[in-house]
C-alpha cells in the first residue's frame, strides 16, 4: 500500500521554526518528483516547493523563497520541508505529493497524496 505520512506541524510564534517531514511506504520517494503543497484557511491550494530525481529545489511560492528548503533523506525515504522565519501567513495544512499530482491530476494513478499536518503561526 501506498502511503505518505506528514509530520511536525504544530503551533509556534512568528519568526518561529519547524520541520516538516513525509515518511513515504509502497514506493521509492527518490524515483519520483516530489512537492510539497499547502492549503490556507479559506484558501485554495498552493504548491510550495518541489524536488525533482536529481535532487535539484524548486520553490513555487514567491514568498517562500529563502525562508523554506525542502530536502530527502534516501535512506529513510523521507522528504522534509525546513520553514524558518515563519509568519502568520504561512499557517496551513501541509501536504506531501507526488508532482505528478499538478501535472496530471489527482485521479493520475502515481498521483500519492498524504493527510497533511497542521502548522499555525500565532502568537
Known amino acids: 500500500e501506498v502511503r505518505l505520512v506528514e509530520s511536525g506541524g504544530g503551533l509556534v510564534e512568528p519568526g518561529g521554526s519547524l520541520t516538516l517531514s513525509c515518511v513515504a511506504s509502497g514506493f521509492t520517494l527518490s524515483n519520483y518528483d516530489m512537492s510539497w503543497v499547502r492549503r490556507a484557511p479559506g484558501k485554495g491550494l498552493e504548491w510550495v516547493a518541489r524536488?525533482?530525481?536529481?535532487?535539484?529545489?524548486?520553490y513555487d511560492a514567491d514568498s517562500v523563497k529563502g525562508r523554506f528548503t525542502i530536502s530527502r533523506d534516501k535512506s529513510k525515504n523521507t522528504l522534509y520541508l525546513r520553514m524558518n522565519s515563519l509568519t502568520t501567513d504561512d499557517t496551513a495544512v501541509y501536504y506531501c505529493?507526488?508532482?505528478?499530482?499538478?501535472?496530471?491530476?489527482?485521479?493520475?494513478?502515481?498521483?500519492?497524496w498524504g493527510q497533511g499536518t497542521q502548522v499555525t503561526v500565532s502568537s
Open positions: 524536488m525533482d530525481i536529481s535532487d535539484s529545489s524548486t
Open positions: 505529493a507526488t508532482t505528478f499530482c499538478r501535472a496530471l491530476g489527482r485521479d493520475y494513478q502515481e498521483c500519492y
